[in-house]
């Protein structure tokens, strides 16, 4: 029965503090943009993170067969992985600073 009590008290105390933040319009602004900035970095880890590892092949902590491959194409003399990653982030550059 307490527990009944506590967890009501908690959720009670939860709604008032969400009220409270959500209720000025900055604040809801400024939490709606951190929650799509969190999602959106949370479904594009994995793409980031392999963009990253195109450019220094050589260095990356996960070090599957295809990053082994690639570093060693790149140690050959192959420079595709790494001027991929560079012409991306040059687009990435320009729309970051034309928006």
Do not use: C, H, W
């Not at 799509?36 to 092949?57: H, V």
């Not at 990053?67 to 003399?77: I, R």
Request: charged share 35%.
């Amino acid at each position: 029965m307490k527990k009944r009590y506590l967890l009501s008290g908690v959720g009670a105390v939860g709604a008032s503090v969400a009220g409270f933040v959500l209720k000025d319009k900055d604040k809801r602004d400024k939490l709606k943009t951190t929650v799509k900035n969190t999602t959106s970095k949370i479904k594009n880890r994995n793409k980031e993170t392999t963009l990253d590892d195109a450019g220094i092949p050589d260095q990356v902590e996960n070090n599957d067969r295809s990053q082994l491959e690639n570093a060693k194409m790149v140690s050959e003399g192959s420079q595709f992985g790494v001027n991929y990653y560079n012409e991306i982030k040059e687009e990435k550059d320009k729309t970051t600073t034309t928006s």
